[in-house]
């Protein structure tokens, strides 16, 4: 069955350290999304790209880092900079090509808590 | 720009009544409108899209949502709830206004199914 996979589903980083969230999909789509949810504040978007090896930053980019080398592959990067990091990170994507009328595809998510 | 308010962080409902969840937007252009529900530690998955066809529109687990352009609402209902209905909602909106595919989401509502 396509899907979104991201792992691991738990994480913990020390102080200091980056740690890389992995998003992989087989679902043949073009555009791919990284949300950071807390709770009571719904989604926010943190990074997105549309094609390979090109991505652009969302409302809250700062601390975090991605790249596109694969159509399937979206990882994202949470760096030392990024403060306040513990959140549940969810990965989606959707066929842009129709305008905006088809959803996005979500993964479970990965938990990223702090040592 | 496009977004999306709803109404009441938190809905609790006796099994076997009505469920419903307000959502109102705000777009300068025709929007295109989901529903999303997250169970724990889950990521989201889709209830229902509204994109100018239909204004009532039908998803899964018995849900509806009828998109009212006069009122810029799209609330979600289920005639019956069931103690699998409780979980979060997420009302969004398409940010048609590029070309990205972006999603706008609210803040969520958290639906608890008392017996």
């Known amino acids: 069955d396509g899907g979104i996979t991201q792992s691991p589903k738990y994480l913990f980083r020390k102080e200091g350290q980056n740690v890389t969230l992995s998003c992989e999909q087989n679902?043949?789509?073009?555009?791919m999304y990284w949300y950071r949810q807390d709770p009571g504040q719904g989604l926010r978007l943190i990074y997105y790209s549309q094609i390979v090896n090109d991505f652009q930053k969302g409302d809250i980019a700062e601390g975090y880092s991605v790249s596109r080398e694969k159509k399937e592959s979206f990882p994202l990067t949470v760096t030392s900079a990024q403060k306040n990091p513990t959140a549940f990170y969810l990965c989606a994507s959707t066929n842009f090509k129709t305008g905006g009328t088809q959803p996005q595809h979500f993964g479970d998510g990965t938990r990223l808590s702090i040592l | 720009a496009q977004s999306v308010t709803q109404l009441g962080s938190h809905v609790s409902v006796s099994e076997g009544a009505l469920v419903l969840l307000r959502c109102n937007y705000s777009?300068?252009?025709?929007?295109?409108l989901f529903w999303y529900v997250q169970y724990p530690n889950q990521g989201l998955q889709l209830l229902l899209k509204y994109t100018s066809a239909a204004t009532l529109v039908k998803g899964i687990n018995g849900f509806e949502a009828e998109f009212k352009k006069s009122e810029t609402s799209f609330h979600l209902t289920k005639p019956s709830a069931h103690m699998s209905d409780a979980a979060e909602y997420f009302c969004a909106v398409s940010v048609t206004t590029d070309s990205w595919g972006k999603l706008q989401f609210g803040a969520g509502t958290q639906v608890v199914v008392t017996p």
């Open positions: 777009s300068s252009v025709p929007p295109y």
């Open positions: 679902l043949n789509h073009d555009a």
